[in-house]
């Protein structure tokens, strides 16, 4: 196996594992959180799928952007929020259990939304764009629903267990990811370099400082729960945009390290908002979806 196959096998395989750590700390519960609250869903739905499309659209035709930087924003805008997010949430002060809840309804929408949206940009702009609903069903069964599900069967059936490995599991992931990522950023700077410029920084920024603005105020009235929104409609699923990317446009070489850079982009202004919504809301003692301690999970698991 060549070293870029085993760099990719250890990307998929540390996403698969932050995510079975997130099911062994959570319940039923949480998966069913948003479903349980439509007003709430709706309101997500709106902030994801219908207003940072529409963003990402206007800022694709008011800059003059490389084609690549272009397919990406347009790809972003339509997907589902990415599975390691909810870490970086509960961090920012965000309710686990909405966390969770929208990655799993935003996730299993994403078969029908995505798919419709793209029919939307096809007839509205006249570009040929389409996503088969198998293809993005793939992506989130093994992505989100696989590992979280395996997680939850574990933690039911060995509370303590699960308990117990869920922080060091967790930790393991982040750390194998990091590892893994360096040397593809490594191989991609220098075409990430070439995107810089004609307003690409300018362009994912404006996109980022909307999207945060959305999520915030259409999180309705639980200040941690308008932080999980806000970080939900800036963070999109990379896995869902490049495979809208690469069944569109196979020619453009360059939507990986466009995809890369909004990343980056994404994670350095979102900092200011994260830091801010800390010192508002200070993360939650008890979060069921990821507790503060062992014996905090198990009784809630009793």
Known sequence: MHAAALIMLAVKAS??????????????????????????????????????????AALAIAFDLHPAVKIAL????????????????????????????????????????????????????????????????????????????????VGYLAPAFAARMARPLSLVSMVVLVVAALPILIAVAPAMLSLIGNGTLAAFAAFTVVALTVGHLLGGPHPTD??????????RHPGVALAIATANFPEQKLVVPALLLYAIMAALVSVPYMKWRRRQEPTEPVDRAMPATPQQAVQKRM
């Open 15 to 56: 996403i698969a594992l932050t995510v079975f750590a997130l099911g062994l700390a959570a319940r039923l519960d949480d998966v069913l959180f948003v479903f349980r609250r439509p007003g709430l869903l709706l309101r997500s739905l709106l902030a994801m799928n219908v207003v940072m499309p529409v963003v990402a």
């Open 226 to 235: 308008r932080t999980v929104l806000a970080l939900s409609t800036a963070t």
């Open 74 to 153: 347009v790809a972003l805008g339509v997907s589902p929020v990415p599975p390691v997010l909810p870490r970086k949430q509960r961090k920012a002060g965000g309710r686990g259990s909405y966390a969770i809840g929208l990655l799993v309804a935003a996730g299993l929408l994403a078969i029908i939304v995505v798919p419709v949206a793209l029919e939307v940009i096809k007839a509205v702009f006249g570009v040929p764009v389409h996503l088969s609903p198998w293809v993005i069903a793939q992506l989130v069964f093994m992505t989100v629903l696989a590992p979280l599900g395996s997680g939850l069967i």
